[in-house]
């Protein structure tokens, strides 16, 4: 790594991370556009998050010059850690360094040891290095340059005033790999961050956000100000992410503590971490070696697709069928002509049908259905939008459920396939664990049909 | 639409956009936390710049009181309208309300409209609306409401000090359609945004960003400042935006450009506006009265999905086969085993054998198949992980197809996708227009098989 002689540090290097003020500004007209997400927030905000920080603010600003330096003096009065991303490109754009490098009142110097690594970058790829990429090869006269091995900017780390600056490059396959191999060692160093990663994530499935924490509350509440708690809802599943920024809870403490929320929660209880739904439901039927055939109208091949995006689903997963029409009810599940006409395509009936037929056609164990009018056409007055169906073919017997969604056609898919999804795992930990089946919430009840519909 | 009588304005209705600093507000430590991405800044970002606004400045930020109070209080002071997500939840952590409701000088009044909303929303899923959940029934005392068809908590609308404030709930779901259906309305009502978008957007297919510079610079070059254009790039296909920010072009005179554009592109111009490559396909379909079938193993259920994803595709989508196991591409498709033992299933004969049994089983005019390694693991040295192998089934014969696709499991899946519908476009436009097959590029080529594989 280069390094500067004369950096001036002023930070101490305490082991616990001390309560710093993180801030990431992200510069680029084409996330104020929305034509690229705001990927660096997840990742970073990300990363921090597990190594005990909370990212405190990010800012998102145009990188025209008079709006980075507005805001970098900004930043810099209030936080102690700031991190830039973008604006360090060759073209006559990227301005960040200089303006920066102007409200710190540093110089840029020329570093003979970039110049070097971009031509040999350049060498490498068989090209030859333009003149405006020697405006990456300048440094903060007090600071140190990051290398880059993925790209041609590399990254500035300036320590000045007790505070920190980490200057990274846009592209992430150059930002990510920079951020974890030379930026977090370095920010545990300063003990700006723990040394290794800090929170526990209990996601659930199947209950709401008020309902959760509620039913959580006698166990959380005794804590106060040592525990933070953060509940982040999406699509009908709700996370909930303890850490102690305090450091008054250990991690041996936070682990209990999730421990005693699993236990409270029953089968509302996901996982520990970040798997989909889909991965729970994927694991539990590889444990009981079970294979899966699904079917879906409405769902369209997202539930199938919740599957294939599994590594290695080829294990479990034995296929599955999109059936908009009739006729592909008739030619590929087996379903009778006389259900369709009786009950129509958003039925129970058919559902049953479905579920039965794709799992006695690709032999497998589990048959999971989804049928149902996802909008914004169709519907009727029994069974209006966002009506859907499910059925579930299982060892022992076969069931049906009603669900009803609302909202845009996309989110009906969305929440129809968590329902399917949500339903297959708690009759998989069910089985697992032996015992009758638990009621659904809501008055929401799964009705028992014969075999063969 | 409930609104208070005592609005007070000050905001005056010009025509064409004032020029108004927009700033953004994203509360939620789940973004800060990199647990979800910041799809607000994305959406909103994109909507707004397409009614001639550029957001100026986008702050993330936790949702504790005095970080709220306090950059809401900067923000106020800087910019003209503020747009604020998430926040207004049931749980104890939601304090937005509260505390800009402190900052601004204004009462929190109860609504009963509100209240007699959430509780037909629970009435509505069968379930009972908890006490916290009436939170979300208050109001600013000068302000507006914003009805909230998807969910609990509405928006809220403030016109004070000549500056606009709008709180939106943080489910993109929720956020979405309020922000289209009563934010947009509202802005250009008071000359904030253009009544109407104020761009043209050229979308491409099968061509890639610095390809389409170098063929549409000719065309572009003569305006000079005059014109503004932004690239766009997403998993192999390349958005242009042309815009004239100085207004010396003026619609009709972007609109021509885009035509010459589209003429120059030929084949590789998608569409003008935002449809996917599978909307265009379904309008192709529709338009020549066919139907299409899909099969799929690698990209198991996402072919299927981005034609499902379109409302009302049971006028062309016949239905698709998710085909993981041998057995299943047998048993629904009619694959014949000995393409499987002798070529095994990724190959052309198998992608061939799967495209002309969907459509035969299906009764489809077209069949789409799509047969490779999407990885990690799996793949052959012959076939390495990435290797797909498409086949297209039309009126006048089966094609097959090689492609090399790189990157995650994901990446590999969706770009497998775009593929297969590229092709499907480029032939039903060929169709269309009568004719010979253009060749691919760079060295792609299409094998014709024999009927019956």
């Not at 030859?128 to 900017?153: C, D, H, I, W």
């Not at 200057?167 to 160093?189: D, I, S």
């Not at 959580?216 to 106060?224: C, I, N, R, S, V």
């Not at 914004?376 to 009603?402: H, M, Q």
């Amino acid at each position: 790594m280069v390094s500067s002689s004369d950096t001036s540090s002023g930070l101490s290097s305490p082991t616990p991370p001390r309560a710093a003020r993180y801030e990431l500004i992200t510069l680029g007209d084409e996330l104020l556009l929305g034509l690229t997400a705001n990927s660096h927030l997840t990742f970073i905000g990300a990363a921090l998050g597990r190594r005990g920080v909370i990212l405190g603010r990010n800012v998102t600003i145009t990188d025209e010059a008079d709006a980075i330096a507005a805001q970098f003096r900004e930043s810099w009065a209030r936080s102690d850690v700031i991190i830039t991303t973008g604006g360090l490109g060759p073209t006559c754009d990227d301005r960040t360094r200089e303006v920066i490098a102007g409200v710190l009142g540093q110089e840029l110097v020329f570093e003979e040891s970039i110049r070097e690594a971009i031509e040999a970058r350049f060498a490498r790829m068989g090209r030859k290095m333009t003149e405006n990429n020697l405006k990456q090869a300048y440094r903060f006269s007090r600071g140190e340059v990051l290398p880059n091995a993925n790209g041609t900017a590399p990254g500035l780390w300036v320590e000045q005033d007790g505070k920190v600056l980490v200057m990274l490059p846009g592209p992430p396959n150059e930002l990510h790999p920079m951020f974890t191999e030379q930026v977090l060692p370095k920010l545990a160093a300063l003990g700006l961050v723990a040394a290794k990663e800090a929170y526990v994530q209990v996601r659930t499935a199947g209950i709401g956000e008020s309902a959760l924490e509620m039913r959580l509350q006698p166990l959380l509440a005794p804590f106060g100000d040592a525990l933070s708690i953060a509940f982040c809802a999406h699509q009908g599943q709700v996370d909930m992410r303890l850490s102690s920024p305090s450091g008054a809870l250990d991690e041996a403490a936070l682990d209990e503590l999730a421990q005693k929320c699993a236990g409270a929660l029953g089968d509302d209880f996901l996982c520990f971490g970040h798997d989909s739904l889909a991965k729970v439901c994927a694991d539990l039927l590889r444990a009981g070696e079970h294979t899966l055939a699904v079917a879906e109208t409405a769902t369209g091949g997202l539930l199938a697709n919740s599957f294939t995006d599994i590594a290695g689903a080829s294990k479990f997963f034995a296929g599955g069928c999109v059936c908009y029409s009739n006729e592909s009810k008739m030619q590929l599940l087996d379903v009778p002509e006389d259900i369709l006409m009786q009950h129509g395509a958003v039925s129970a009936e058919n559902a049953v049908a479905m579920a039965a037929g794709v799992a006695e056609r690709l032999g497998a164990d589990y048959g999971l259905a989804v049928t149902g009018f996802a909008g914004p056409c169709g519907g009727t007055k029994e069974n209006p939008v966002g009506t859907i169906f499910l059925a579930l073919y299982t060892p022992e017997g076969v069931w049906s459920r009603r669900l009803s969604q609302s909202g845009p056609r996309s989110s009906v898919k969305q929440r129809a396939v968590n329902g399917a999804l949500d339903w297959l795992r708690r009759e998989l930990v069910r089985a697992k664990r032996g015992g009758t089946r638990a009621p659904f919430g809501g008055g929401d009840t799964a009705t028992r049909h014969a075999p063969g519909g």
